[in-house]
């Protein structure tokens, strides 16, 4: 007998997944992150602190302003340590309790959920969408599409301009995007964070879960026996099967699932947790709200889909004696990492000087001979003052006995100036003879002067004089 030929395409056309409106605990947990997310992402933006933005990342002035911290360019360092810390953040939560940024905070959930939502307001639940589309294009249809577009494409472009507005004051971004006098890159990042933000959440959906985020394909290297994930209990609810509320399900050999398909309406990546677990679940845990609904119904103990773990699972364990293995080695590191490096980070804060200074010598002159019989090093001395009120500075040298430091600029910086000031370092014939040829080690030291807010304050620079052969 011939064996017969399977084909398998591998550029399968995707298939429009009309999510289900669901209610319950996880849902409602869901919407206030939303809620919180979204407040914070577009009203930051609008705080003022010291009569300026509170939260404002000046590219061209090169300073970066959040409330009363005051960054420039060199403090780096402090970037690197914040995504450190969203890291090791996103890894612990993980290994407790799964995909939960994807399933509650990551932007592109909230946003496909703002966008459904308005989609449901304005065509229709699941039902209604799908019976629209499968008829021909009427005026009502096509008003309707229209009105949609129209309500993402304001939520979209409203979320580009708050975008940009971490980048340029938002308070003179607004009038000049209503007068479309923005700049050449005002403009296209206005538009394209846009367009992101409605293309993302209006038409690709799961696909970038599923086939354009990364974190979907490592995230199974966090998870173990013992981490939390969104579960179907197999051996509950098999096999099963409809019935009649007043049906006897076990004297009909059915289990408590009653093949509803609710799971899979209401899962935005279009899975079926029955299956068991898949690398498309994102642990938005609508499943789980939508089954104990209709246990409800059914007058069944709830938790037929649910937060537990494989070794839950298997066990039968209590809630107890899942929550007992939260504390497990993989879960003790990444808080003992997590936690030194936020304590570093605001120890750091904490005790950061007000002044930041950086020493460049001339590079055309190393070392000249002047009147006297003195000799000089002529330096650039770049004084950054880190705080938003003016200050006034002294500048000295230490290690070496003698020398003599002539400031050729100001020295009193405005709010978050910085500024770069020539000077010259002088010793004496006698001190240069006895150094002798060659580089010695100087150390220049910034004084912010006391004032009737500030107290003193210094920091040093080392950097080298040289005595000429």
Not at 270 to 277: A, L, P, S, T, V
Request: charged share 20%; with cysteine.
């Amino acid at each position: 007998m011939a064996e017969r030929a399977e084909y398998v395409w591998l550029y399968e056309k995707r298939k429009r997944i009309y999510a289900r409106a669901v209610s319950g605990w996880f849902a409602g947990w869901r919407w206030a992150l939303v809620w919180a997310t979204q407040l914070l992402f577009y009203g930051l933006p609008w705080l003022e602190w010291n009569a300026r933005q509170a939260v404002l990342f000046d590219l061209e002035a090169r300073r970066f302003f959040l409330f009363g911290l005051v960054l420039y360019p060199q403090d780096f360092i402090y970037l690197t340590a914040l995504l450190i810390i969203s890291a090791y953040a996103l890894f612990l939560f993980t290994a407790v309790a799964g995909r939960l940024w994807c399933g509650y905070a990551c932007p592109q959930t909230v946003y496909s959920e703002i966008f459904m939502w308005v989609e449901r307001r304005i065509q229709g639940d699941r039902a209604a969408r799908m019976k629209r589309d499968a008829g021909p294009w009427t005026a009502q249809r096509l008003g309707r599409a229209a009105a949609k577009h129209a309500a993402w494409l304001a939520i979209a472009l409203w979320t580009g301009i708050t975008f940009v507005g971490y980048f340029t004051p938002i308070r003179e971004l607004v009038p000049a995007a209503i007068a479309l006098g923005l700049g050449p890159w005002q403009t296209f990042w206005v538009l394209f964070y846009g367009f992101a933000t409605y293309g993302n959440a209006g038409f690709l959906r799961e696909q970038v879960c599923i086939y354009m985020c990364p974190y979907a394909r490592f995230q199974g290297a966090m998870f173990d026996r013992d981490t939390l994930i969104i579960t179907y209990d197999e051996g509950r609810g098999e096999p099963r099967g409809s019935r009649s509320r007043k049906a006897d399900a076990r004297a009909a050999g059915l289990g408590d699932c009653i093949d509803c398909d609710l799971c899979v309406q209401v899962c935005p990546t279009g899975i079926d947790i029955r299956k068991g677990q898949q690398y498309e679940c994102i642990g938005c845990a609508a499943c789980v709200d939508v089954c104990n609904s209709v246990m409800d119904k059914m007058n069944y103990p709830r938790g037929l889909v649910r937060y537990t773990t494989l070794n839950g699972m298997a066990g039968q364990w209590s809630p107890q004696q899942i929550w007992q293995r939260v504390l497990r080695p993989r879960v003790l590191v990444y808080s003992a990492v997590l936690l030194l490096v936020a304590g570093a980070l605001v120890y750091s804060l904490a005790t950061r000087s007000p002044v930041a200074i950086d020493v460049v010598r001339d590079r055309a002159v190393l070392a000249r001979l002047v009147e006297r019989g003195h000799i000089e090093n002529v330096y650039r001395l770049q004084i950054r003052n880190v705080t938003e009120r003016e200050q006034r500075y002294a500048v000295r040298v230490q290690g070496i006995d003698g020398a003599v430091v002539d400031v050729r600029g100001r020295t009193d910086l405005g709010p978050v100036e910085l500024r770069w000031v020539p000077l010259a370092v002088r010793v004496p014939p006698a001190v240069a003879q006895a150094l002798g040829p060659g580089a010695h080690r100087v150390v220049f030291v910034v004084e912010r002067l006391a004032s009737d807010r500030d107290a003193a304050a210094e920091v040093v620079q080392q950097s080298t004089f040289v005595v000429p052969r």
